[in-house]
């Protein structure tokens, strides 16, 4: 189980009550919402209590970016309960009002619990048509068409299609958009999920290349490898992902 909110008391308070649970093996906690997104997509909780309020992305912002498909079972924790609606709309287990009363948190938790055991397919679907119903799009697709970087005072809205390859910094990701590059506050791993696999290739733990842009791929004999990108850019290229690349590369060519 997965513990999010940006305030350390309420944090650390939650833990406290949590942790005597048997049932319940608690994950590191997360302090914010793009913490959050990076601890749901690498460790896979089956359930998530998840505030609601929280600076830079929310807790609707975290289910919207984590997906449907890859987003665990939710408890929403909120101060307002005007967010309780909302919450059921995007198929949430439950809500919890703040302060948290003991046995309002263990009801919630017991629907948590029966909700994972039973693994509604169901909510799943319904998370899939309000996430569609939200999207500006017609025909929306699964995977971003664009991403937002924010900077200062100001958010630029950079089209997918226009990214060369994409270069990890921590929990931040460089963008290579020609002679641009643009830092967001995105991890790879968040940002891999995101991106549609048709068109995006993972080639190392710190690189993410577009297959379009790809013009040449090397390797030295004890293996080490590197992509060549059509700008001239060189990226690494890990020796596990090198036939997997190839391979993907030869079929494009051939069709």
């Known amino acids: 189980m997965l513990?999010?909110?940006d305030e350390p008391i309420a944090r650390e308070g939650l833990v406290r009550l949590l942790r005597h649970d048997p049932e319940l093996e608690l994950l590191t906690p997360s302090e914010d919402g793009e913490r959050a997104v990076n601890a749901i997509l690498e460790q896979r909780p089956d359930l998530v209590l998840l505030d609601v309020q929280m600076p830079v992305l929310d807790g609707f912002g975290v289910v919207r970016t984590v997906g449907a498909a890859d987003m665990p079972a939710v408890i929403f924790v909120t101060a307002y309960d005007e967010y309780a609606i909302r919450a059921f709309d995007v198929a949430a287990v439950d809500y919890v009002l703040k302060?948290?009363?003991d046995s309002r948190l263990h009801e919630a938790l017991r629907r948590g619990k029966d909700h994972v055991r039973?693994?509604?397919v169901g909510d799943v679907d319904?998370?899939?048509q309000v996430l569609r119903a939200q999207d500006d799009s017609p025909t929306p697709s699964r995977y971003a068409q664009r991403l937002a970087i924010r900077e200062?005072?100001?958010i630029i809205f950079i089209a997918v299609s226009d990214i060369d390859w994409i270069e990890g910094a921590d929990y931040y990701s460089r963008l290579h958009v020609g002679?641009?590059?643009w830092l967001i506050r995105e991890s790879m791993t968040t940002l891999e999920h995101r991106l549609d696999p048709s068109r995006f290739f993972r080639t190392h733990r710190s690189s993410i290349v577009q297959l379009d842009r790809v013009r040449e791929l090397k390797w030295s004999t004890a293996g080490e490898g590197s992509?060549?990108?059509q700008s001239g850019a060189r990226t690494r290229l890990a020796r596990g992902r090198r036939d997997?690349?190839?391979g993907i590369l030869e079929g494009r060519t051939s069709h």
């Open 126 to 128: 319904r998370l899939n």
């Open 99 to 101: 302060p948290i009363d």
């Open 179 to 181: 002679a641009r590059t």
């Open 152 to 154: 200062s005072g100001r």
């Open 244 to 246: 997997a690349l190839a």
């Open 3 to 5: 513990v999010v909110d």
């Open 118 to 120: 039973r693994k509604a």
């Open 227 to 229: 992509v060549i990108l």
